[in-house]
């Protein structure tokens, strides 16, 4: 099954590839390969059957995945509609925790109003927050803990 980002560790540095050999090493068709040739994968010479070196393919790769890279800068949110990082509307965050020490920043997006996602750990928050005001999750109190108790509740 073909993956939408290769890894380019599967390919060996020092072993050449014919273009059905890289098709099948990451399961692409072959033809998705010679598109990556007419993009700019060098192969060894013109002639046919063209063969790709195994450290060229791993550095095309490589660089195609560190291309398509959308750093956020902080005080920013990815939105995957828009496909570009931004503040979110507002600046206005909401932090879900995930474990104890890892959890979701979650904002809308100001243009299309989705949902925008941030993983952070808790220890580097403050990284992240920019000019952020972000809203903390408050403990849940017992139900005999609080002012006004259920009507059912025997806690006195």
């Given amino acids: 099954m073909a993956k939408r980002h290769p890894n380019p560790r599967l390919a060996k540095i020092h072993r050449s590839y014919t273009v059905e050999e890289i098709a ?4 692409y068709h072959r033809n998705t390969v ?3 040739i007419k993009h700019g994968l060098p192969t060894s010479d013109q002639t046919r059957p063209f063969l790709i070196l195994g450290r060229d393919l791993v550095a095309f790769l490589q660089a195609r995945r ?10 920013e949110l990815y939105c ?6 931004k503040a979110p509307a507002g600046d206005m965050v909401e932090y879900k925790p995930v474990t104890e020490t890892m959890g979701n920043l979650i ?19 403050e990284q992240f927050r920019g000019r952020l005001d972000i809203t903390m999750p408050q403990a849940l109190r ?11 509740s025997d806690l006195r």
């Fill in 24 to 27: 099948s090493l990451y399961g």
């Fill in 142 to 152: 017992h139900i005999g803990e609080g002012d006004h108790p259920s009507v059912n």
């Fill in 66 to 75: 560190v291309k398509n890279k959308r750093p956020c800068q902080p005080g």
């Fill in 80 to 85: 995957v509609r828009c496909r570009a990082s």
């Fill in 34 to 36: 010679r598109a990556w």
């Fill in 107 to 125: 904002a809308i997006c100001p243009d299309c109003n989705a949902i925008m996602n941030r993983r952070a750990s808790l220890a580097k928050l």
